[in-house]
């Protein structure tokens, strides 16, 4: 057996995840509320040869109403 993630560390990504959304669930145009609404994800690599690399997301928003487009803050993520 391998452990890959420990309920600390996914509690800091759970944490991370949130701080790196907020605001996100409102329309910054209209105001449109997105609660509970599901984004599209963007996913990258960061790493090089001498450091620790780590897996980073970005959510990405569109408002059904005005057609804005937003984007959180990127955040690390396994």
């Given amino acids: 057996m391998k452990i890959t993630k420990t309920s600390d560390r ?9 701080n790196a959304n907020k605001g996100c ?3 910054p ?13 963007k996913t990258w690599y960061e790493g090089g040869i001498f450091k620790k690399g780590k897996h980073m997301k ?6 059904e109403s005005c057609g804005a ?10």
């Fill in 10 to 18: 996914a509690a800091f990504l759970k944490k991370a995840k949130e």
């Fill in 58 to 63: 970005i959510d990405c928003y569109t408002c």
């Fill in 25 to 27: 669930d409102k329309c």
């Fill in 29 to 41: 145009c209209c105001g449109e509320n997105y609660k509970g609404f599901s984004p599209l994800i």
């Fill in 69 to 78: 487009e937003w984007e959180s803050d990127p955040y690390e993520w396994v």
